[in-house]
Every structure is written in C-alpha cells, then in structure tokens.
C-alpha cells in the first residue's frame, strides 16, 4: 500500500490545480475542459461510454491474447533455430519502424470494418515486446544448467520444459506488461481507420460536436481498460512466477 | 554391499571398468588446459583431482561427462569411449548448486528421473526415501530459496545420485560453503557414498577435502598430473586424529609441493 501513496497523492494534486486553472482562467468547456466537467460528461454518457467500452475492451483483450499466442510461437520457433533467429530477428526489429497508425487504413480496407482490423492492430502493436523479451529471455539460461541437464538424462526438450522455459518466465511477463499497455492504443488506432462503435469512435464522434468533455471521458475510460489489462497481467505474473517475488534473488 | 534404492543402477555399476584418460590433450583458446592426462579410477574407486584455479581440473570433468571432446588422447567411461556413452554414464554436480528456484528441494532432486520420463509423483516417491535415508527429511517441500548453503548442496547431490549413473563428478561441491559447514558435508557425503556406492571424480581446491573423501589423490598443474597419491591413512576416527596423522600430514604435504 505505501506504493500506492506517492503517486495517487500527485495524481490528486495535479487535478486539484488544473480544476483550479481551468476555472481561474475561465477556459470554456469545449476548449479544455475541468476534472468536474469531464466527471460530469461520464455521467451523462455512462450509457454510451459503456458499451462503446465494451466493444473497445473486447478488441483490447482478444487482440491482446492473439499477440500474445503468436509472439510466444515465435519466440519459441527463434529459440530453436539459430538459422531463423539470423534471419528474422534483424527484419522484426526493422519493422518496428513501420508505424502502426498507417497500417491501421491499410488493414480496414483489407479486412472490411468489423473486429478483425481492430485485432491485428492490437497484435501487432503488442506483439514486439513480447517475442524480443521471450527470446532474450530464452537465451538467458544458465549455460551450467544446461550442461547438468544433459548429465541427467535432459534431452533438449527436457531441457526448454524444466529449465529454459521457467527461466525465462519473468522476461516474458516483463514483455507481457509492456505489450499490455500498448493495446488500448492499438485498439483506437484501429477505430479511428474506420469504426461504427467502440471508444475510438465515440472520440471521433465528438470531435465535431466539440464534446471535449466527452472525449475525456472515453480517454479516461480507456485508461481503466488499460490499467485492467496491465492489473490482470500483473496478476497473473505472481501466480505464475511465484519465485520471483519471494526475493528469492537475494 | 548396501542395498542401493535405485535398483535401475546396481546392473549397471557392477562389472563395467571404471573411468580412464589416455594421453588427454585439450586446447581451449590456443592454451593447453590439458596436456597429456593420464588417469585410471577403477569402479566404485573415488578419484581426489586437486590444483589451483585454471588447473584444467574443470576441463577435465566436462570432458569425462561427455560434454567436451578431447583434441588429442581418448577418454573411456565403462570401457566405452564415444561422447554419448560416457554422457549416459556421468552425472554432474557443478560448482554452483544449480537448483531451480521454481522447484521444491525434492522436485529439484527428481529432476533426472523426470527427465527420463517418470510421471512426478512417482519420481518423487522414489526419491523421498533417499531425503529420508540422507538426513533430509523435512525439507522435501521447502523452496530452494529457504535452504542454507549446506543443505542445498546436499539436495544438489541427491539430484545428481537420483540420475541413477554409475559415476559421479562433483566440482568443488563444498567451495562456497564456511568452513565448520563444508566438515560436516565432508562427513554427510562420506557416509551418503558409503550407503550410495558410486565411481567418484571429485575435483576441489582443498587438499584435505580429497585426501578424505578419496582413494586416490592426483595433482593437476598447468595441465598434467603433477602428483598421484594414493590414500592409505586410517581415515575412521574423528577428523581431528585423521588429519593429525602422520600419514596424513605427509601425504598434504607432497599434494601441496605438487600444486607449487
């Protein structure tokens, strides 16, 4: 709990002065608006905000759990061929690059406008720092474990299930986290390059309307998706990894 | 002969030969770390490798392990001479104790039998007995981050006797440990090899350490054996007379000329 204080304390401070500027200056609403503006406006679209919430959470989450399955695959599939490792590793890197948002018009035209483009946005804005994290992580094994393996009958697949594997386990969850705070970006990434619901569109659709108070509302709703995703991880971490948080290292 | 626990082993230690280095040559960055070893450690003997750090003492146990091979020279283990069988005969104990913080003490133990293919539960009852036997009842179920140094080096031993091979190699097991703890694990494993008979390589720093656990006793310096010794000290009183003894003192004396 004492690592709670510090930063909620900020937090309440930082939108303590700008209530006060917002109101001292009399900026208007629709310029910029209040903390107790943009509370308000998430009172009176609660409706509205929920379900585009849910659908934005849902391409959050399922893209999420793509990346996921398919930068472990990878990461596995680098792990044993030193060969593709060579030869892919370099180009993942490189297509880091790319920026996503101008993938995102690209994959809707290519994937129509429903979940799907939202997926693939999510999954390709996550995956990175899971697969170069896992496969870090993979490669990190004790070189002295692996040669007792061998002296007790492991074989290498032996030797990824009980050594390589659990080893790597807090480098993956290290690159999970991180992974999981990109998501909610990918996912209005890929709303914005065309949606008819979602958090993503709501903002779209306030921008006009100047709704500022609105569209904060869906930022900050967003940032709970987000923090979710990144608490469900954190979580999941500990139940997995429980060796590492009994200060084992020390 | 003691009834060892693992059925699966007393076939295959009894009537094989032991270990042997013939004219062993290794070159490792341009350097010989070994230059011309001979070495012949019969069954169920225990061979003591002593010398300084870079000694090639570390060399010549991954070389007998099947991990490495000789440049020139051959290395047999039970009359076999192929990296794979002396792989299938050697179980290795490293420096480090190497236990996995994500496995209790008797899982890290089972490791081998795992290995091998046995379902965990009955890897882990054929391994109980042992931590029993062993005077490490108790701790089965603690995390290896909740042993001290010398119980972790005794469950890192049981893991390498549970491998059910016939020989052993064990790299200085006891040099991390203060000394009053690495006595008493000289004793714990004197008697663990008594109830456990297996073919011993026991590489250390610690000349006494070698002329107590072993038969034979061999200097290694910049590469070659130096120095044989061979151990025929009474060895059972208490440790105080066995290394007062003048037999004893005498033998230390001729390993550390050798080591100079």
Redesign the interface.
């Given at each position: 709990m004492r690592r709670v204080w510090p930063p909620s304390l900020l937090l309440a401070a930082t939108v303590g002065v700008w209530e006060l500027v917002v109101r001292a200056a009399g900026v208007p609403d629709y310029l910029f608006p209040a903390p107790t503006a943009v509370a308000s406006a998430l009172r009176a679209d609660a409706g509205l905000l929920g379900r585009a919430a849910l659908v934005t959470a849902r391409e959050v989450a399922l893209g999420y759990l793509l990346a996921v399955a398919f930068a472990l695959a990878l990461a596995v599939l680098l792990h044993f061929s030193a060969a593709l490792r060579r030869a892919l590793l370099p180009i993942l890197v490189l297509s880091q690059t790319v920026p996503t948002v101008v993938l995102a018009p690209v994959l809707a035209i290519l994937l129509g406008y429903g979940i799907a483009p939202k997926l693939v946005v999510v999954a390709i804005v996550c995956f990175f720092p899971i697969v170069v994290n896992a496969v870090d992580g993979l490669r990190a094994t004790d070189a002295e474990l692996v040669r007792m393996m061998r002296t007790l009958h492991g074989g290498r697949l032996a030797i990824f299930r009980r050594v390589e594997l659990p080893g790597a386990l807090p480098a993956i969850f290290s690159g999970a986290r991180i992974a999981a705070t990109y998501a909610a970006v990918g996912a209005i990434f890929g709303e914005w390059a065309g949606s008819s619901s979602g958090l993503g569109f709501v903002m779209l659709q306030a921008q006009p309307a100047l709704a500022t108070g609105r569209i904060f509302a869906a930022v900050l709703v967003l940032c709970a998706i987000a923090l979710g995703l990144y608490a469900l991880v954190a979580l999941t971490e500990r139940v997995v990894v429980p060796w590492e948080r009994k200060g084992a290292r020390a | 002969m003691s009834q060892s626990i693992l059925e699966a082993d007393t076939a295959a230690v009894a009537g094989i030969s032991g270990v042997a280095l013939q004219g062993v040559v290794r070159v490792l960055g341009g350097k010989h770390v070994l230059d011309g070893v001979d070495l012949q450690v019969p069954v169920r003997g225990r061979l003591g490798i002593v010398g300084r750090s870079g000694a090639g003492k570390s060399t010549l146990l991954?070389l007998v392990?099947?991990?490495d091979d000789p440049d020139a020279g051959t290395v047999s283990v039970g009359g076999t001479a192929s990296a794979a069988a002396r792989?299938a005969r050697?179980?290795?104990?490293?420096?480090?104790d190497?236990l996995?913080?994500?496995r209790t003490a008797l899982d890290n133990a089972c490791?081998?039998l795992?290995?091998?293919g046995l379902p965990r539960a009955e890897a882990r009852r054929r391994a109980a007995p042992l931590f029993e036997r062993l005077g490490l009842a108790g701790a089965e179920r603690l995390?290896?981050?909740r042993l001290s140094g010398g119980m972790r080096q005794r469950v890192a031993f049981l893991?390498?006797l549970l491998?059910g091979?016939e020989v052993l190699?064990l790299d200085e097991p006891f040099g991390a440990l203060d000394a009053i703890t690495r006595a008493e694990l000289q004793q714990w494993l004197a008697a663990a090899l008594a109830q456990e008979p297996r073919t011993v390589l026991l590489v250390t720093h610690d000349v006494e350490e070698a002329l107590l656990l072993c038969e034979q006793v061999v200097v290694l310096a910049a590469g070659r054996v130096t120095a044989a010794l061979d151990v025929d000290v009474p060895r059972d009183g208490p440790r105080r007379e066995v290394v007062t003894n003048p037999g004893f003192v005498e033998l230390r004396e001729r390993a550390l000329e050798a080591i100079e």
């Open positions: - | 991954s392990a099947g991990l792989l050697c179980a290795l104990m490293p420096q480090r190497c996995l913080p994500w490791l081998a795992e290995n091998q995390s290896p981050a893991r390498t491998a091979k190699l």
